[in-house]
């Protein structure tokens, strides 16, 4: 079945740090990739999607490339904030006979230090 | 963007008792919605799948007796835990997607049991 792995965590940075958080996958047909942000006590806010191989998606400095050949969707921002502190997840969605799924990987918890 | 809401944000009951979780799409209609579960440092688990009109569909695992969902309209799903007990205590999460499949997600509901 579908899957997704990312690193564990928790990641510590230092403000202004570059920031990494690795996400493959393992899936039939052609998924969409996310990435979600979940900060203390919410729900899940999208960060940014992919929606086919080599799309790059974007947002608030963070961004992700969808690579088929070795099937990741690794999160990268060049200079992370303390605000930027919370948990990631990395996911994959599909639509096929099962109708649409979203399947997520266990997420990575992110500390910024200021 | 699409707002998805959920009510009540945090609820305490006791043993025993049942609890309603309200999820509604604010500005869209939803062709389908979404019942995550969370337990505390962990990924999201889907419960079940729910389409206007029509019966859920429930995750292997989940009783579908004890998770009572309700699908009355393109705006509106409810879940309601029946006769809960101190190991329902979690973090329920809501999502609805629109015709494009953009998935949206609710800001969550607290359930403590006590």
């Known amino acids: 079945g579908n899957s997704v792995t990312q690193m564990e965590g928790p990641v510590t940075l230092s403000e202004e740090a570059f920031l990494t958080i690795n996400c493959t996958y393992t899936?039939?047909?052609?998924?969409?990739l996310f990435w979600y942000v979940q900060y203390p006590g919410e729900g899940l806010q999208l960060l940014l999607k992919a929606t086919k191989a080599d799309d790059k998606g974007s947002n608030k400095g963070f961004e992700a490339t969808y690579r088929k050949e070795t099937t990741s969707f690794h999160l990268e921002k060049g200079s992370v904030q303390v605000s930027d502190s919370a948990v990631y997840f990395c996911a994959l969605s599909t639509v096929g006979g099962g109708g649409f799924k979203t399947i997520f990987g266990a997420g990575t918890r992110l500390f910024v230090k200021a | 963007g699409a707002v998805v809401s959920q009510h009540p944000s945090w609820v305490i009951c006791k043993s025993g008792t049942s609890v309603k979780i309200e999820c509604r799409s604010l500005d869209f209609q939803a062709t389908t919605m979404f019942w995550y579960r969370q337990f505390p440092k962990q990924s999201l688990m889907l419960m079940a799948t729910s389409n206007e009109g029509s019966k859920a569909t429930y995750e292997q695992g989940v009783e579908k007796d004890k998770f009572l969902i309700n699908h009355a309209s393109l705006t509106l799903s409810t879940l309601t835990v029946t006769s809960a007990h101190p190991e329902d205590s979690s973090f329920y999460i809501c999502?609805?997607?629109?015709?494009?499949?953009?998935?949206?997600f609710g800001p969550g509901t607290r359930l403590t049991v006590t």
């Open positions: 999502s609805a997607i629109q015709d494009d499949y953009e998935q949206y």
């Open positions: 899936a039939t047909g052609y998924p969409s």
